[in-house]
């Protein structure tokens, strides 16, 4: 519980919900009947409505960017270092808009909803969706709140592919792209990690193929185990070392497999937390989503191409211990953007923590998100 | 099969046994009553036995370094490369001794072993083992076959940790350590990637507490989701980009959980034979062995002062995109060694291969292991 709400912080919030009556066709060619979305909200929008900025979470993410739920909350929104009066994205300038994915499982249409069709959970029947379902999703929000443009589409990791796949989509429709740690698709390596995470779903006899919670049951240990094996991939092997080393828990080895060494007991923390606020199905889709991620893919896998499709302006951010998605791959899509012709800024910001610094203060970062975000707030009608 | 044995095969080959009634007393304090080690060897032992190798296998390895087992066999042994007349350790000079360790799963006593006390199966009742109680058997072995001393010691990864424990440990019994692709110690990293693929075990129901064999029954979804994540590690982002990409195995995205991506399938083809050819108390056994491994935690964590005790020569070796055991975990050993005054050579030696790299054919890894062994053989008695 915060003691006292921070001056800078956008306060309490309430998550709102938007329901879309008309099918939304997806990528696989299925069709959602109808839809809901979760979000929340931080500012206001300007008379002109320019002034809004879609944030888009991250595989584990949701609508809860900023701010807190109640007084009881002991952590506020999963980016309020960077959205609030006075911070980077000031909402004293900017409306911010934060959607909990489709597909998701804190509140918007997912696995865990009712199928109109059957009137039972939707669980693994749940249609496969991608970052451009989610952008066309994201697309429906934007028109019922009157939002023909945004100010700028930002995220980190998934979320930044999503912003990137608003630039080449929808390109009159965002005026800036924030594309932090991301890629322009994954590696097989990338691939294999999300394998593994998902056969350890899969596989757990608790998931009943995917209709647990019909069963009354559920596949914590596979989500856990999932869990585990991402986040050593979101740290750096530097940043682990730092933070754990080979420290154990006790003076003695014990000669067994119970935790030992601290980043085990952390491991098993961060899997065990995970698992009881995730839902499996999500994890598998969302992984998926990441997989099938590939923004040059239907301009002849020419990057160049696909990124001359873009006319908004862009910030690329990557992180230098980043091995999930390493500044070489934020670098090919300089490249690209570079050989397209577009305005681009691009910041390898020196950090330690890996993956994970999207997510953390670090100073550096905090200001240059600041001044892009202040160029761009200088730019709005004074009426912002 | 192999139509032909190669000429620079050892050719065909029979395990040998040898087992040793003393009682054998562990780091972990408890004692194996009595055990047994499967091995192979190549090669001639000279008159004044001067001339033998031992080799140590990594965490997979067994005893089958080199040849072939059977006309029918389609693969050699796992360093057949390295390994015959003529080959990098010439068989025509020297005396190799191959092993497979305590606690395996391929001969020697270990988990699938009958634990005398009981008559049962020891499964997860067998003690958990060290690189030190793998030397001191080992050292056993070299008794038994009237070895002092070891003209080498040698091997990858967990197998180069051996050789490291050999020079620090028993200074007087080994002339060379050719420690390849290892490191001084695990980093949180190395245990995190270890504790996940224990887990895997561990939860698979079929696990039972490790008394599957007595159940009949056999976690092999544990074991082959440990393997997978184990080989991401063994592979560079960079190799698995090149062997597999994206390439999808079928034209088109089908929407679901199947394989989809080749990398997919070649993970499940790696987990799956892999299941089929170990056992998972061995797995978990070995797991811990890699991360208990500290040469330097009873000289105060001062690595200089571990690598004052060796008397031997040391080759080591590394490869520039293994990111297991990188380039940099062998180069503390080398100012370590440096700082010691002891006798060195390093290589680090381009290749995309990863950590892999110590089993793959790479010319300048062959000659460079081919050069070193033709100096040892050099300064061997004429008789050898």
Chains 1, 2 share one sequence.
């Not at 991250?58 to 909350?73: F, T």
């Not at 006319?311 to 951010?317: E, I, N, P, T």
């Amino acid at each position: 519980m915060p003691d006292q709400i921070p001056e800078d912080s956008v306060g309490l919030v309430t998550p709102q919900r938007a329901h879309f009556d008309a099918p939304l066709q997806l990528a696989s060619g299925r069709t959602l009947p109808e839809f809901e979305l979760v979000y929340e909200t931080y500012g206001t929008l300007n008379a002109d409505r320019t002034n809004a900025v879609l944030v888009c979470h991250a595989l584990s993410g949701n609508h809860h960017a900023a701010g807190y739920h109640s007084m009881e909350d002991r952590k506020p929104g999963w980016w309020d270092l960077c959205i609030g009066p006075g911070k980077p994205i000031d909402t004293n300038r900017f409306f911010v808009v934060a959607p909990n994915n489709l597909g998701g499982c804190h509140g918007s249409t997912g696995p865990n909803s009712q199928n109109p069709a059957t009137g039972r959970f939707y669980g693994p029947d749940f249609p496969m969706v991608t970052t451009r379902d989610w952008m066309h999703a994201q697309a429906r929000l934007a028109d019922r709140l009157g939002i023909e443009r945004f100010a700028a589409v930002a995220g980190g990791s998934l979320g930044g592919m999503q912003a990137l796949q608003w630039a080449v989509d929808l390109p009159e429709r965002i005026a800036h792209a924030v594309v932090i740690a991301a890629a322009p698709k994954l590696s097989a390596q990338n691939i294999a990690f999300n394998e593994v995470a998902r056969q350890a779903i899969l596989r757990d006899p608790e998931f009943h193929g995917g209709r647990y919670l019909e069963l009354g049951s559920y596949p914590k240990h596979g989500l856990s185990l999932a869990r585990m094996v991402g986040h050593i991939t979101y740290l750096s092997d530097d940043a682990m070392g730092q933070k754990f080393g080979r420290e154990l828990r006790n003076p003695e080895l014990t000669y067994d497999y119970n935790h030992q060494f601290q980043v085990e007991s952390y491991l098993h923390y961060q899997g065990d937390v995970f698992s009881e606020r995730f839902d499996a199905n999500t994890y598998l889709l969302m992984t998926r989503a990441l997989d099938y991620f590939d923004i040059a893919k239907e301009y002849d896998n020419d990057l160049t191409q696909a990124m001359a499709q873009a006319r908004c302006k862009f910030l690329l951010v990557s992180f230098t211990t980043d091995w999930r998605f390493s500044p070489a791959r934020s670098e090919e899509m300089v490249q690209a953007l570079i050989a397209a012709g577009r305005n681009l800024s691009y910041a390898r910001i020196e950090a330690a923590q890996g993956h994970d610094a999207f997510l953390l203060s670090i100073p550096r970062y905090s200001e240059l998100l600041r001044s892009y975000f202040t160029r761009i707030a200088a730019r709005l009608p004074a009426s912002a």
